[in-house]
């Protein structure tokens, strides 16, 4: 992919399992890459990835939910770096306390647990997308790509923090994609992809039993999954690195499935 090589790209949640991916993944095409995440033994080993590929590299340990950790770490950026071209909003996930279950209702469910869910996944875009997007307008270019999901087009059960802070994401990305085109450059973009099931810390305890069986949950999802699996972490490679690349410069305020099929199957 054109114009790749030599960029910056600050990746939130970079310690996690599909960022962690998607740092190796853009590490290899040449890109200089800086990592957060409050997980720092997990962001350490994801930037050995990163430099075990030839590209220059950072970690930090910061959370997206603090303003202050996120000017501390785009001011270090800077000073090595010079730029920021690329934005992932990848920090995110669910959490048991914001999920319904046999034992635990709808009515039930612990503020503090829907709280933090919707902060993380929201918020978590909200707060990186102002300080690092500021940097972007000062360039006049750059590209802020957010994680949103299959329940940023439908709610999924059971989740309700999870599907509501994922369609305010999607909601989100369409909006500080017209904002920032229109006010700033029409050179800096906004755009999602929306992952379809991939196995995760997060949500394994849904998808699989104890002896890593599928559960009903996991079943059901692979019966409407056309491609019959679970995604693997580099399946998202290929749909990142292009909505980065010069071949999308025309593209922005999208939101773009990587599901294998799941949100083109009606069930029947």
Same mark, same amino acid.
């Given at each position: 992919m054109r114009g790749l090589r030599g960029k910056v790209a600050v990746i939130t949640g970079g310690g996690g399992v599909l960022c962690s991916q998607i740092a190796e993944c853009?590490?290899?095409? *040449?890109?200089?890459?800086?990592?957060?995440?409050?997980?720092?033994? $997990?962001?350490q080993e994801a930037l050995r990835r990163v430099l075990a590929k030839g590209a220059e590299g950072l970690a930090f340990r910061a959370s997206v939910l603090s303003r202050e950790d996120l000017i501390r770490v785009a001011e270090q950026v800077l000073a090595s770096f010079g730029r920021v071209d690329f934005l992932i909003n990848g920090a995110?996930?669910?959490?048991?306390?914001?999920?319904?279950?046999?034992?635990?209702?709808?009515?039930?469910?612990p503020e503090d647990g829907?709280?933090?869910v919707f902060d993380l996944n929201f918020w978590?875009?909200?707060?990186?997308?102002?300080v690092f997007g500021k940097i972007m307008a000062h360039q006049k270019e *750059?590209?802020?790509?957010?994680?949103?999901?299959?329940?940023?087009?439908?709610?999924?059960t059971r989740v309700?923090?999870?599907?509501?802070?994922?369609?305010?994401?999607?909601?989100?990305?369409?909006w500080l994609?017209?904002?920032l085109a229109q006010e700033y450059s029409p050179r800096i973009r906004v755009v999602a992809i929306a992952p379809g099931f991939f196995l995760t810390e997060q949500n $394994?305890?849904?998808?699989?039993g104890p002896q890593g069986e599928l559960t009903e949950r996991g079943q059901r999802i692979l019966a409407h999954t056309p491609m019959g699996r679970f995604g693997a972490p580099v399946d998202l490679c290929g749909a990142v690195k292009w909505l980065l690349s010069d071949e999308a410069a025309f593209v922005t305020g999208i939101v773009l499935p990587v599901d294998g099929g799941f949100s083109a199957y009606g069930g029947v």
């Amino acid at each position: 992919m054109r114009g790749l090589r030599g960029k910056v790209a600050v990746i939130t949640g970079g310690g996690g399992v599909l960022c962690s991916q998607i740092a190796e993944c853009l590490a290899e095409e *040449g890109v200089r890459i800086a990592l957060l995440d409050i997980a720092e033994e $997990k962001t350490q080993e994801a930037l050995r990835r990163v430099l075990a590929k030839g590209a220059e590299g950072l970690a930090f340990r910061a959370s997206v939910l603090s303003r202050e950790d996120l000017i501390r770490v785009a001011e270090q950026v800077l000073a090595s770096f010079g730029r920021v071209d690329f934005l992932i909003n990848g920090a995110g996930g669910n959490h048991p306390r914001g999920t319904v279950t046999d034992e635990v209702s709808f009515f039930d469910l612990p503020e503090d647990g829907v709280r933090f869910v919707f902060d993380l996944n929201f918020w978590g875009t909200f707060l990186p997308s102002q300080v690092f997007g500021k940097i972007m307008a000062h360039q006049k270019e *750059g590209v802020i790509l957010n994680i949103a999901s299959m329940s940023s087009f439908r709610p999924l059960t059971r989740v309700p923090a999870y599907s509501a802070a994922k369609a305010a994401v999607a909601n989100f990305t369409q909006w500080l994609a017209v904002y920032l085109a229109q006010e700033y450059s029409p050179r800096i973009r906004v755009v999602a992809i929306a992952p379809g099931f991939f196995l995760t810390e997060q949500n $394994k305890y849904l998808l699989l039993g104890p002896q890593g069986e599928l559960t009903e949950r996991g079943q059901r999802i692979l019966a409407h999954t056309p491609m019959g699996r679970f995604g693997a972490p580099v399946d998202l490679c290929g749909a990142v690195k292009w909505l980065l690349s010069d071949e999308a410069a025309f593209v922005t305020g999208i939101v773009l499935p990587v599901d294998g099929g799941f949100s083109a199957y009606g069930g029947v």
